[in-house]
């Protein structure tokens, strides 16, 4: 099994700009974001991601996470909505999709998995834009990885992280 989990950040920590990822991406951590969902079995996020984010057409199946019953991805044919912990869905998903499971979720919910050990890699995008909301100390959890790799593409600087 596999867990990766992806984050897009502002330079200055910011995970969100005006309540979205989308205001903080560049094209170059779009680019990355989309090629990295078609190697994957399986996406999970969290509900919030779900309500804020466009996940009307995914390449698998997208798992959201929440206690609503408000399923904002009905016409997406590929979402699953489950009311689980992000634990148990790694575990569920892993055998109803496959081994290679993606989490797109907020810092929240990346920090919990991370620091239960089941995030195998953190795949993190910095671009330059800064004046957002929703922080995430990435050095923080990048200083518990067993191996970094950086690169830089245009404004976007690249982090994978290795956990396991």
Known sequence: MTVRAT??????????????????????????????????????????????????????PVIALSRSSDNVLHSNPKAHWWNTSPASAIARATKEFGENILIEAGPTMITELISLGLVDQLNLSITSVRGGEDFFDWEKIVGHAISIKEHTHGDTRFITAQFK
Do not use: Q, W
């Open 7 to 60: 984050l897009v950040i502002g330079a200055d920590g910011s995970a969100t700009k005006n309540g979205s990822s989308r205001g903080v991406t560049s094209h170059a951590d779009r680019e990355n974001f989309l090629a990295e969902r078609k190697r994957v079995d399986a996406i999970i996020i969290g509900g919030n991601t779900a309500r804020s984010e466009p996940y009307l057409r995914t390449p698998v």
